[in-house]
């Protein structure tokens, strides 16, 4: 008769049978031979503390395979009271939700890399992306009588299907042969579901959706962009650069990121509640009442911000009052990334943008679509006139066709009533029709530094 009443290797209970037992925990096997056998008490602790230490590093062996991330794609800790697979779609950390095709494939870059997203043609229906042998593979998820599949075994969610093809290595499918190797985390910082924030009131409307004041459940005040379901594809990727930017940003004079949700449409961008507006309404609602040293400082805020994304080699490609915010203790945040490119080589082209805002754009930019921190300069120069002027729109009396004509023609604005000389210096030299003229922001940084610091 069997004697044992424990398992060596994870001291779980015993199951007998008729010629073995088993580990109700583990599943490790005992025959008969393994047993104590009727002896003294000595001779069995003695047996023990060998079979201890045999099995010791077998205990150890399976203990790892049941920590470890890499046997499937089950438990992400020996304790965790709920296996992975079991957890909601949403849960999982390679699922990216509704982002667009395109952004799906740059995140993945070796053999194996896959992700699960939300079609964007087709709302509700869910697609595998892999890279396999130099492609990126997109494969929809079938749903056939109440089963997720490919080809094979159907299973009644999917993340039981992604981690049976992950765990076993059975091929999507036969005649493609990719193979699931290394499944592709969203960045979990960045993200939130649509469950964490609650829409408040309708505050703006743009290009990509409409604006709305929002609350998370910890109470914090937030802006929530959203996105046109019926938008396409083209639009809906312009729309989460905005937040791909701005997750590689932090300072005080650029509007801050807070998180997207992308797990299902539409898609929200979660960015903080600057309280005070756009700067151009700002402008417009408080001109009696902003002094000089206050529109100086508005004028610093804007150029730090804009120095600190030349650094980061960032062009915003859309600088204006409008597309500024006013937060608390009046500091002015530069916003609306929608248009903003980041560019190693620091000059980005572009031959297709449908929407150009022409009494803000450079000459350069305007003639041969060649965006830099330098055509950013010269926008400067036009939120720098707008700033001073408390809000009127550039080139008075003037059509978008007109002030191009004029511009390139060599017409520059004049001052605006009441403005500084220096200030107005630096206008014309941001207006320097060749850009390689136009200063820096950084020294533009410096020169207003000065300034504020000379009016009292």
Same mark, same amino acid.
């Given at each position: 008769?069997?004697?044992?009443?424990?398992?060596?290797?994870?001291?779980?209970?015993?199951?007998?049978?008729?010629?073995?037992?088993?580990?109700?925990?583990?599943?490790?096997?005992?025959?008969?031979?393994?047993?104590?056998?009727?002896?003294?008490?000595?001779?069995?602790?003695?047996?023990?503390?060998?079979?201890?230490?045999?099995?010791?590093?077998?205990?150890?062996?399976?203990?790892?395979?049941?920590?470890?991330?890499?046997?499937?794609?089950?438990?992400?800790?020996?304790?965790?009271?709920?296996?992975?697979?079991? #957890?909601?779609?949403? %849960?999982?950390?390679?699922?990216?939700?509704? !982002?667009?095709?395109?952004?799906?494939?740059?995140? /993945? &870059? $070796?053999?194996?890399?896959?992700?699960?997203?939300?079609?964007?043609?087709?709302?509700?229906?869910?697609?595998?992306?892999?890279?396999?042998?130099?492609?990126?593979?997109?494969?929809?998820?079938?749903?056939?009588?109440?089963?997720?599949?490919?080809?094979?075994?159907?299973?009644?969610?999917?993340?039981?299907?992604?981690?049976?093809?992950?765990?076993?290595?059975?091929?999507?499918?036969?005649?493609?042969?990719?193979?699931?190797?290394?499944?592709?985390?969203?960045?979990?910082?960045?993200?939130?579901?649509?469950?964490?924030?609650?829409?408040?009131?309708?505050?703006?409307?743009?290009?990509?959706?409409?604006?709305?004041?929002?609350?998370?459940?910890?109470?914090?005040?937030?802006?929530? #962009?959203?996105?046109? %379901?019926?938008?396409?594809?083209?639009?809906? !990727?312009?729309?989460?650069?905005?937040?791909?930017? /701005? &997750? $590689?940003?932090?300072?005080?004079?650029?509007?801050?990121?807070?998180?997207?949700?992308?797990?299902?449409?539409?898609?929200?961008?979660?960015?903080?509640?600057?309280?005070?507006?756009?700067?151009?309404?700002?402008?417009?609602?408080?001109?009696?009442?902003?002094?000089?040293?206050?529109?100086?400082?508005?004028?610093?805020?804007?150029?730090?911000?804009?120095?600190?994304?030349?650094?980061?080699?960032?062009?915003?490609?859309?600088?204006?009052?409008?597309?500024?915010?006013?937060?608390?203790?009046?500091?002015?945040?530069?916003?609306?990334?929608?248009?903003?490119?980041?560019?190693?080589?620091?000059?980005?082209?572009?031959?297709?943008?449908?929407?150009?805002?022409?009494?803000?754009?450079?000459?350069?930019?305007?003639?041969?679509?060649?965006?830099?921190?330098?055509?950013?300069?010269?926008?400067?120069?036009?939120? /720098?006139?707008?700033?001073?002027?408390?809000?009127?729109?550039?080139?008075?009396?003037?059509?978008?066709?007109?002030?191009?004509?004029?511009?390139?023609?060599?017409?520059?604005?004049?001052?605006?009533?009441?403005?500084?000389?220096?200030?107005?210096?630096?206008?014309?030299?941001?207006?320097?029709?060749?850009?390689?003229?136009?200063?820096?922001?950084?020294?533009?940084?410096?020169?207003?530094?000065?300034?504020?610091?000379?009016?009292?």
């Amino acid at each position: 008769m069997l004697k044992k009443s424990k398992c060596f290797c994870c001291e779980g209970k015993l199951q007998p049978s008729s010629d073995s037992q088993s580990c109700q925990t583990c599943a490790v096997r005992y025959s008969k031979e393994a047993a104590f056998p009727s002896t003294s008490e000595e001779k069995r602790d003695q047996e023990r503390k060998e079979r201890l230490s045999k099995f010791e590093s077998i205990r150890h062996s399976i203990a790892g395979m049941i920590r470890s991330p890499k046997s499937s794609l089950g438990t992400s800790t020996f304790c965790d009271s709920i296996p992975i697979i079991e #957890k909601p779609l949403a %849960e999982q950390d390679w699922y990216h939700g509704a !982002i667009p095709r395109i952004e799906a494939q740059d995140l /993945l &870059k $070796q053999q194996g890399d896959f992700l699960v997203r939300e079609s964007h043609g087709k709302p509700g229906e869910y697609v595998l992306s892999v890279f396999s042998d130099g492609q990126r593979r997109h494969f929809i998820i079938q749903f056939v009588n109440n089963l997720y599949r490919f080809e094979g075994t159907g299973f009644s969610n999917i993340p039981q299907l992604i981690d049976h093809h992950y765990t076993t290595k059975q091929v999507i499918t036969k005649k493609s042969g990719v193979v699931l190797l290394n499944p592709i985390p969203k960045d979990k910082k960045w993200v939130l579901n649509h469950e964490d924030v609650i829409l408040g009131e309708l505050i703006g409307k743009g290009n990509f959706g409409e604006v709305f004041k929002g609350t998370l459940k910890d109470k914090t005040a937030v802006a929530v #962009k959203t996105c046109k %379901e019926d938008l396409p594809q083209e639009l809906k !990727i312009k729309f989460l650069q905005e937040a791909k930017i /701005l &997750k $590689q940003y932090d300072h005080p004079n650029i509007v801050k990121l807070i998180g997207v949700c992308t797990q299902r449409q539409p898609i929200y961008i979660i960015m903080e509640l600057v309280p005070g507006g756009d700067f151009l309404s700002f402008l417009r609602k408080k001109k009696d009442e902003i002094k000089l040293k206050q529109l100086v400082k508005f004028s610093l805020d804007a150029a730090s911000g804009m120095a600190y994304l030349e650094s980061k080699n960032c062009i915003h490609r859309d600088l204006a009052a409008r597309n500024c915010l006013v937060g608390e203790n009046n500091v002015l945040k530069i916003s609306d990334f929608g248009m903003s490119r980041q560019e190693d080589g620091g000059v980005y082209s572009s031959s297709g943008l449908k929407q150009i805002p022409i009494k803000w754009t450079a000459p350069e930019a305007l003639n041969y679509g060649r965006y830099s921190s330098e055509s950013d300069v010269w926008s400067f120069g036009i939120l /720098l006139w707008e700033t001073f002027s408390l809000g009127v729109c550039p080139y008075p009396g003037m059509t978008n066709q007109q002030a191009r004509e004029q511009v390139e023609r060599g017409y520059r604005m004049s001052a605006p009533q009441h403005c500084p000389e220096d200030i107005f210096k630096i206008m014309m030299k941001c207006w320097d029709y060749k850009p390689e003229n136009r200063p820096k922001f950084t020294e533009l940084q410096k020169e207003l530094t000065v300034i504020k610091k000379k009016i009292t």
